[in-house]
């Protein structure tokens, strides 16, 4: 039995919420989750879910909204299943498009439903970064989700969100946006059930990243140019040379923000990724495509058209990502990296 086997049967040691939580991402961070060659693993969702403080959700709640049919985005949601990861053999093999369906058409009518209330007053705008129940500051320079203790500073993802927004206002509103089929599919593949999917990408979508899921999806495009920012800092040289072909992350870097690298295979890869930014924010998504860009810097450097080469990242290496992005921390500026941690709100 594993270390983490232990964690989930008997919880932290003494009952120690916040330190046994530390102790958990930093686990995931040095040993990783166990699972084969196909990034299959039976812990993996159970300590996405943990690493999320996603409360436990009925089936019934899931099958509820199953059981309302279409939603309004229904037609929108049907026209971006058929391709989600539709080249990914793994993926295909374990979730059928049916239930990545299901799943999106019952998160829409929880968005929608939500957001219905709002506009006729039936509940107060909500803040969407709600307080977790498990709070703690690491000592690393990198936060990781959950955090309260400090709104806009180097150890906190949280920040705020949406307060004050108009209700009435579809671009500040959260619901479907394409894009959100991308998002969904890890926590498809990870699950044990359609209902534990749905509990973990709700609480994803609504707490963690739901600056990308507006329709401005503002979140995105304040993600790029922060893109441009860190490479500026963390390898001037790489950045100049984009700069001077017109090759803003705007142009290359637009999939990788908006699905946090899931567009790039392969997929256990992608999943080793995840359990890194679910551990420690989904911020810090954006310092793994620079690493990314940092592992072919000689090869963009040495190509007179390097927008052939960004036109598709090559295949994930999980751990090298992993390794680079961390360096990068203690490089960036405080002010950079408190924007970096709330871009997604």
């Known amino acids: ?47 996405w879910l943990i690493l999320l403080n996603a409360p436990p959700l009925p089936t019934n709640t899931y099958l509820d909204l199953v059981r309302q049919g279409a939603s309004p985005a229904y037609t929108k949601i049907r026209n971006d299943t058929f391709r989600t990861l539709a080249t990914d053999p793994l993926f295909r093999r374990r979730v059928t498009e049916n239930s990545l369906t299901r ?7 929880k968005l929608h439903d939500a957001n219905e209330a709002r506009v006729n007053g039936w509940m107060s705008p909500p803040t969407l970064p709600v307080p977790k129940s498990t709070d703690g500051i690491p000592d690393h320079m990198f936060p990781s989700p959950g955090s309260n203790a400090a709104k806009y500073r180097r150890g906190s993802v949280t920040g705020t969100g949406t307060e004050g927004s108009d209700a009435g206002d ?21 699950a044990r059930s359609e209902a534990e999917a749905f509990a973990a990408f709700d609480r994803f979508i609504t707490q963690e990243v739901p600056g990308y899921v507006r329709g401005s999806m ?4 304040k993600g790029l140019a922060l893109v441009d ?23 290359y870097a637009f999939a990788s923000v908006l699905t946090m690298c899931v567009c790039t295979p392969p997929l256990p890869e992608v999943l080793q990724i995840w359990d890194f930014l679910l551990a420690y924010g989904p911020h810090l998504n954006l310092l793994c495509i620079v ?44 002010d950079l990296y408190e924007q970096i941690v709330v871009h997604a709100k």
């Not at 039995?1 to 964690?7: A, K, N, W």
Request: charged share 15%.
């Open 1 to 47: 039995m594993t270390s983490l086997d232990t964690f989930l049967l008997k919880g932290p040691p003494g009952g120690d919420l916040t330190g046994g939580l530390e102790q958990l991402r930093y686990t995931v961070l040095t040993d990783g989750i166990p699972s084969n060659g196909d990034g299959m693993s039976d812990l993996r969702i159970y300590i």
């Open 103 to 109: 799943v999106l058409n019952a998160v829409a009518w």
């Open 170 to 190: 579809a671009s500040s509103q959260i619901g479907y946006v394409q894009g959100m089929n991308v998002l969904a599919a890890p926590f498809l593949y990870a």
């Open 218 to 221: 503002d979140g995105v495009h």
């Open 229 to 251: 920012k860190i490479l500026a800092i963390v390898d001037p040289k790489l950045s100049a040379y984009l700069s001077s072909k017109g090759m803003k992350a705007e142009i």
């Open 291 to 334: 690493a990314q860009l940092v592992l072919i810097r000689d090869q963009i450097l040495g190509s007179p058209s390097p927008n052939q080469i960004l036109r598709s990242f090559p295949p994930l290496q999980a751990a090298k990502i992993k390794a680079i992005a961390i360096s990068f921390v203690r490089k960036i500026p405080e």
